[in-house]
C-alpha cells in the first residue's frame, strides 16, 4: 500500500517537472511579448511588471509581419494540399499494388531513404537546380523543397493504415458497381481519416516552422516567412528585440494551436493507430 502511494508520488512530481520544463518556455515568451520596453531593459523577473502591446504593434507596423504570416500561409497550404495528394495516392499504390521484378521493397527504401536524409544534403542540389530553372528568390522554391520533404513522410506514414484495411471491403464495392475512383474515395478515405489527419497536423507544422530552405532560397524580404523574418531580429546588424521576437513566436503557435484543438482526437486516434499492427 505504502509502495503505491510512494509510485504514485514519483509518478506525479515526475509528470509536474515534465509539464513546468514544457509549458514554461511558452509561458516566457509569453510574458515577454506583453511587457514594455521599459519593463525588458529593467532586469530579470519572472513576471511581468507591466502590460503593453507595443511589442504586437511594432511587429505589424515596422516589421511587415502580416505579409510575413500570408507568405507562411502561403507556402504551408499549397505544399501541404500538394504532398497530401500525391502522398496519400503513392501510399495507397504501394499497399495494394504488385510490382514486378521485387520493385516494390527498393521503393519504400527510397522513400525512407530521402525521408531520413538530413534536409541539408538536399540543399546543394535543389539550389542549383532551381537556380537553373530561374526561379530562386520566389515562394516557388520553397513550396517544392517542402513537398520533397513532406512527401515520403506521408508515404511512410499512412502505408501501414492502407495495409491494415480489409480487402475484401473494396472488392466488395467493386462487385456493387463502384468504380475505383468512388472506391477509393468513399470507402477508403473515410476508414483512414484518423491517420490523415495526423498526418497533416503533423506535415503542417513541418512547413510552418522551417526555416533551412527558406534562407537559402530567398533574400528578398517581400517573399521571407515567418521565422525568416523572425530571424533577422537576431542578426549583428542589430541589436535582438526580444519583445518581438516573443511577440511573433506567439502569434505563429495559434495556427499550430488551432489545428491540434479542434483534431486533437484525430491525432491522438492517428497515431496510435498507425503504431499498432492488429
Known sequence: MISNKRQKTVKGICLAFLMVWTLFPIYWMFTLSIRSQDDLNSGFSFYPRSFSLENFIGLFTEKGFLNAILNSLFVTCTSLCVSLVFGVMCSYILSRARFKFGMKGPMLFWVLLIRILPPISLALPLYIMMTSLGIINTMTPIVLAHILINVPFIIWFLLSFFQKLPVEVEESAMVDGASEWQMFTKIVLPQVLPGL?????????????????????????QNFTIPLLLSTMNSEQELTQWGMVASGGVISLIPVLFFVIFAQNFLISGLSSGAVKE
Not at 512547413?207 to 524580404?221: A, C, K, R, T
Open 197 to 221: 489527419t495526423a498526418v497533416g497536423i503533423l506535415s503542417f507544422m513541418t512547413s510552418w516552422n522551417e526555416y533551412l530552405y527558406g534562407v537559402i532560397f530567398v533574400q528578398d524580404p
